[in-house]
């Protein structure tokens, strides 16, 4: 299968030299949603940061689709990657359609501006947002200005989309609807996620971490098992059996907390 994303031994330190991420190395196939989960502190947003290139690894390589990271223009970059993160803060007196409209400016000499126009709202609609296109973001919900994130990166055209947990802050509901539409998007996805139990439903993919590496990497039924969470997270991973489905579930048990 072909991969989409190469990562050979890839480090990176902090400026006092600390490990922030420590050999990571997996091959992703294209057209696959990768979750990456560990514990706070794990380096997974470090991992998510320089997998799509906003932060500078002094180890290893990062390649896309053969190409080294390093020997990538920022134009070349922005045609094969955009990214999600929590720091979005656009100007909410943006409307929604020109918010997203921005995400067009690295493809805009690939196309006529009907074409655009068209794509446009195809993306709205997509992530069904066409009925908010007027809406000044600062008027939107949670959920849905970071719908609106998701579709100004769509109007990049990226190859990759790097998400930095989509669904914080969100309710349940929500964080279904936003991982719905996540892994309905036709593109490969890299995204930190903290909900392990939601894992199985929305992503073919998983890297857990813990402590700056990798404790394992493959595909969701391969990775994660109770054995790989108990490692990774000191907890115990259940498989419970419901109307024909396993539901994955968390056994979170009150420890004593010593007084002082």
Same mark, same amino acid.
């Given at each position: ?10 480090? #990176? ?6 490990p ?5 190395s ?9 979750? $990456? ?22 180890q290893?390589d990062?390649?896309f689709?053969?190409?080294?990271? @390093?020997? +990538?223009? +920022? ?6 990657? =955009? #990214?999600?993160?929590?720091?979005? =803060? ?40 066409? *009925?908010?296109?007027?809406?000044p ?7 849905e200005?970071q719908?609106?994130?998701? =579709? @100004? ?21 929500? !964080?279904?609807? +936003? ?9 490969? #996805? ?10 199985? *439903?929305f ?23 109770p ?6 997270f000191? #907890? ?15 056994? $979170?048990? !009150? ?6």
């Amino acid at each position: 299968m072909t991969s989409v994303l190469s990562v050979q031994n890839v480090g #990176v330190r902090a400026s006092n030299g600390s490990p922030m991420v420590q050999d990571v190395s997996f091959d992703l196939p294209k057209g696959a949603t990768l979750a $990456i989960a560990g514990p706070n502190g794990a380096g997974k947003t470090t991992l998510l940061t320089v997998l799509a290139g906003l932060q500078e690894f002094a180890q290893g390589d990062v390649l896309f689709d053969g190409k080294s990271l @390093r020997d +990538m223009s +920022m134009q070349q970059r922005a045609r094969k990657i =955009a #990214v999600v993160s929590q720091q979005s =803060a656009p100007d909410a007196r943006l409307t929604l359609r020109d918010y997203v409209a921005m995400g067009q400016m690295p493809v805009w000499a690939d196309a006529s501006a009907k074409e655009h126009s068209v794509a446009l709202q195809s993306i709205l609609q997509l992530t069904a947002l066409s *009925e908010l296109a007027d809406r000044p973001l600062g008027q939107l919900s949670g959920g849905e200005r970071q719908r609106a994130h998701i =579709a @100004r990166a769509l109007a990049q055209k990226p190859e990759v989309l790097f998400l930095d947990e989509p669904t914080n802050h969100l309710d349940p509901d929500a !964080k279904g609807r +936003m991982l719905s539409l996540v892994a309905s998007l036709g593109v490969s #996805v890299i995204m930190v996620v903290h909900d392990l139990v939601m894992i199985p *439903e929305f992503a073919s993919h998983v890297a857990l971490m813990k402590n700056t590496r990798l404790t394992g990497f493959g595909t969701v039924k391969d990775v994660l098992t109770p054995e790989t969470v108990r490692t990774t997270f000191g #907890v115990d991973y259940l498989l419970l059996s419901h109307e024909g489905r396993e539901i994955p579930a968390l056994d $979170i048990r !009150k420890t004593e907390v010593p007084h002082t």
